[in-house]
């Protein structure tokens, strides 16, 4: 008889066999006694049972030592989650008969006896969650029938031992935490049956070997936070199919990311790496594949990519509008509680995750919960523990490696950082979902603050609140990171597989400094605006006097969402367009942040390119490339190519003239002249296809013709003969120029350069220095 060790429920079981002495005598067979909270010790008396075969006795409340006295025919010990101490004895391994010994979620110590390497026909051996120290002996290598090997959760230490190669039958291995000098990475080629490697935090200095491709059937490939070095091998494509989930988070990985990840729907954590090259929708937050930190200081390519050219940019802007304080309900709703507002994080992703809640704050999560892979990110108060003081208590996120939570656009200066713990998770009485010892550690700005926290034990008991405070927290670069890290202590499957790693209730940063909430008054504020605005207007018109503007009219400049855009000139020649804040934007500084952000994280060919920012007071200029195309009307239609917009990977299997009819009603409702947008009725009737899609009569002075509308007004006698025209695309290069303001626009359709040479940030630092407006 074997039972699941997945198995929930309460199970009561006794098998005899009676078939001895023409069925006078009975002999036990299997003990099965399952989550019964049975206390006590093991009786030794269970020597005495000659034909007991299995032993189950999972999830109790018994205490004591291993008897010495358990025999062959035993084949099956199970004997995780109680409160078992002392060593492995080493009689255990004389039972040549064993084929598993489930030792999990103890208090074992000690070390490995080497007598158990005589278990030869062993298949399953279970040892997480234990104290257990010293290495893993040679004599394990003659273990070669194991299918199933766990060790992580220990403290065990020195490297990880070259026989597991001749595990060949092997299909779940995991060792985590391991204690010592650097490991090499082990050579696996043998092991092509793995479904389940986890080699984490186990100080592998290496490159990973391109022979883990081979493993076709592995679903779970976790090597975080080791020190590996070198490129993604390319063999790893050969997991595409299987691989649910790849965990690479904190190593030393460069070069750029396969194309076969920047596509999968699986969950992958490529966080905190030295990646290069481009990244495409590295700053999205609802993608599987977490690449927060994961591009090399040098890339300026990455949204998140250190955090470290937005802090700098947002440094040299004036601070007035950045945060000052964060109050988060870490997996709960919003609430409120001494007169401070908690937002709510009630986001259930986890498992490769990192989520910009808002522009005050953030979450990376790592890691799957093995035993229960779909176990929720967010803990509640099930045991309805009885709980007082605030409600933010009642929740909580957890992660089964790493959590971190990050304060953003934050003033610089001193801030006191308050965490909220509560255990919610086990129970406070004398069962074993009472035995959970969840052990963890935690960083600030990355300098450790709290080492093997146990949050039962500091708060006195489960159900018990505690604030962990430090008060001198500095903040230097505008971002505050908060690290929660499970480093493989405490218990991994009580009260059920999946309960263990950080866990924090709430978060609440305030400011060691005052903070000046009155400002200048309006008037104040208007008078040095209109003093700022009047001196800037002398200086463009000083600069266009002596030709620095190239003798353009500058009067009336291209106006959008952000502001005006000028042509400029560097010293060297290069042509450029300057993007100048309004005054009547509705944009600030943060907006100003972002645009900085995400047009330096975005390479594409259709993407203007950032080269770089310009702030002298109040004045915010934007450096981008210069591109003839003044217009994105202008740069799709002209050419025919507007079904270029659609996604790739939808091949053609869809239908042109729908899309079309989307693409160019797209350009009339988001022409930069509010005039010249259909009103609703119209988009209404356009896509019903009542009427055709057309753009309004566009009036301008005949004298002064305005390049940004001809397009539209192409798109509109196309529209009515339902034919794309392409007559004017000689006269637009062959009569116009783009000398003047162009078009307020964020993208464009036609790129000189499909790769930036130079980072972004070198241009800031360098070219911008000898920038003339001509």
Known sequence: MTISEDTNTIISNITCDCSFVDGTVCHVKTIVLKRLNLAGVLPEEFGNLTNLEEIDLSR???????????????????????????????????ITTLTELSLEDNR???????????????????????????????TFGNLKNLTDFRIDGSRISGKIPSFIGNWTQLRRLRISDLKGSSNFFPNLTDLTKLQRLVLRNCLINDKMPDYIG?????????????????????????????????????????????????????????????FTGPANNVGCTNLPVNRV??????????????????????NIITTTLADHSLFINCG???????????????????????????????????????????????????????????????????SPISLRYY????????????????????????????????????????????????????????????????????????????HLYWAGKGTVAIPERGVYGPLISAITVTPNFKVDTGGLSTWTIVGIVAASSAFLLLVLLALRKMGYLGGKDLENPGEGGFGPVYKGVLSDGSVIAVKQLSSRSKQGNREFVNE?????????????????????????????EYLENNSLARALFEQGNLLELVDPSFGSNYSKKEAMTMLELALLCTNPSPTLRPPMSSVVS???????????????????????????????????????????HDSHHKGQSMDGPWIDSSISLHSKDDHLEESSSRKLLQDLCDLNLE
């Open 60 to 94: 109790n409340y018994i205490s004591g030592p291993i008897p010495t006295t358990f025999r062959a025919p035993l084949r099956r010990l199970s004997l995780q989650g109680n409160l078992l101490n002392g060593s492995i004895p080493k009689e255990l391994g004389d």
């Open 108 to 138: 074992l110590e000690g070390s490995l006896h080497q007598n158990v390497g005589s278990l030869n026909n062993l298949k399953r051996l279970l040892l997480s969650g234990n104290n257990f120290t010293g290495t893993i002996p040679e």
């Open 214 to 274: 081979n493993m076709k059937d592995l679903k779970t490939l976790d090597l975080s936070f080791n020190r590996l070095t070198g490129r993604i091998p390319e063999t790893f494509e050969n997991l595409n199919l299987n691989l649910n989930h790849l965990f690479l988070t904190n190593n030393s990985l460069t070069g750029k990311l396969p194309d076969w990840i920047e596509g999968t729907n699986q969950d992958f954590d490529l966080s905190y790496n030295n």
């Open 293 to 314: 930190s994961s591009y090399s200081t040098s890339e300026s390519n990455s949204l998140y990519g250190r955090m470290a050219w937005m802090d700098v940019i947002f």
């Open 332 to 398: 709960g709703e919003e609430t409120k509680f001494d007169g401070n507002e908690y937002e709510e994080d009630r986001n259930p992703e986890g498992k490769s995750h990192f989520f910009s809640v808002s522009e005050k704050w953030a979450y990376s999560s790592t890691g799957v919960f093995f035993g229960d892979e779909r176990a929720q990110h967010i803990a509640t108060n099930k045991f309805s523990l009885n709980m007082t003081g605030p409600k933010y208590y009642q929740t909580a996120r957890l």
């Open 407 to 482: 304060g953003l656009c934050l003033l610089n200066g001193s801030y006191k950082v308050q965490l909220h713990f509560a255990e919610i998770m086990f129970t406070d009485n004398e069962t074993f979902s009472s035995l959970g010892k969840r052990i963890f550690d935690v960083s600030i700005q990355g300098n450790m603050f709290l080492k093997d926290f146990n949050i039962a034990e500091v708060a006195g008991g489960v159900g018990k609140g505690i604030t962990k405070t430090h008060d001198n927290v500095l903040v230097n670069g505008s971002t505050l990171e908060i």
């Open 596 to 624: 900085i952000g995400m047009i330096s994280a975005l390479q594409h060919p259709n993407l203007v390119k950032l080269y770089g920012c310009c702030i002298e007071g109040n004045q915010l200029l934007l450096i981008y």
């Open 686 to 728: 356009m896509l019903e296809g009542d009427i055709p899609v057309q753009a309004p009569i566009i009036k301008r002075n005949s004298a002064d013709p305005d390049a940004r509308f001809k397009a539209f007004e192409l798109l509109s006698q196309d529209s009515q003969t339902q034919q794309v025209s392409s007559v004017s």
